[in-house]
């Protein structure tokens, strides 16, 4: 094995193998929300074709700086899923599928709901943060971002990558998807941008907290649980135990006998 080859197993071998784990057990159902989250993100691509659809996905869906604060949390989990009108669909529809599809295995349904969500909070509140403070702060914004439609998968993207690494040992991965933040912020000054930043920046305190109530956690609990609650599957007890060991109960039973003679004989 090269040494490339090692350096992938090492930083996506353990994301590779719970993917394919979960599609080998339960195929299209692994990523049921997922697929449901493509099918609304182009259902509602296609009624913004139309001036009347157009009208009703703002309504429910579009969140801008100037609106009042109940307005915008009512819109923002919608807006998770319209697509940004400045990008192409078909980004959205497979960063939706790709990332969302990997999370909803690596991490659980609901899990990957609340961290998509509270990334796109977090952009959305920074937001309102960003253009109090002004263009003259290092963290401010021009009062112009406040007429800006703000919708998209992107941030939820992003704060699901950097968890979903970090959740399963992909550091560098984790580092890499902050550092493109960051030069995207650099090279491209913009609201999204920032967005993303606020995103990563959410998502990391959530592990962090997750991390921490697993440490002092009861121990029983700490062995069902990981970081951000994703469960691991129980570890046999030996060698010899009829669970995990492959053999039907009676043939274990037998196996263990067998061993218990030979260290008689000894």
């Not at 606020?198 to 029983?220: E, S, T």
């Not at 570890?235 to 067998?258: F, M, T, V, Y």
Request: overall charge positive; proline content about 6%.
């Amino acid at each position: 094995m090269t040494t490339a080859a090692r350096w992938a197993r090492a930083e996506w071998g353990r994301l590779y193998d719970t993917v394919r784990a979960g599609l080998a057990e339960r195929r299209a159902g692994a990523v049921a929300m997922t697929l449901g989250a493509v099918a609304l993100t182009a259902a509602l691509h296609v009624a913004q074709q139309w001036p009347t659809g157009l009208r009703g996905v703002r309504d429910l869906g579009a969140v801008r700086a100037e609106d009042p604060l109940w307005l915008a949390l009512l819109r923002t989990p919608l807006s998770l899923f319209v697509p940004a009108p400045d990008l192409p669909v078909w980004g959205a529809l497979v960063q939706v599928l790709l990332v969302f599809g990997i999370a909803e295995i690596g991490l659980g349904r609901w899990r990957t709901l609340a961290v998509a969500y509270a990334a796109t909070l977090a952009g959305t509140l920074y937001a309102r943060v960003g253009i109090a403070l002004g263009p003259g702060h290092p963290l401010g914004l021009p009062a112009s971002d406040a007429r800006v439609v703000d919708t998209g998968p992107s941030a939820a993207v992003v704060g699901l990558a950097v968890v979903v690494a970090l959740r399963h040992g992909a550091r560098v991965t984790a580092g890499a998807v902050a550092l493109a933040m960051v030069a995207e912020v650099l090279v491209k000054e913009n609201l999204a941008g920032r967005e993303h930043l606020a995103a990563i920046a959410a998502v990391l305190v959530l592990y962090a907290l997750c991390g921490a109530r697993r440490r002092y956690a009861r121990p029983g609990a700490r062995r069902r649980h990981t970081p951000c609650g994703a469960r691991q599957r129980p570890r046999s007890s030996g060698a010899g135990s009829g669970a995990g060991s492959g053999l039907p109960p009676s043939q274990s039973s037998s196996a263990r006998r067998g061993r218990a003679q030979r260290r008689s004989w000894r």
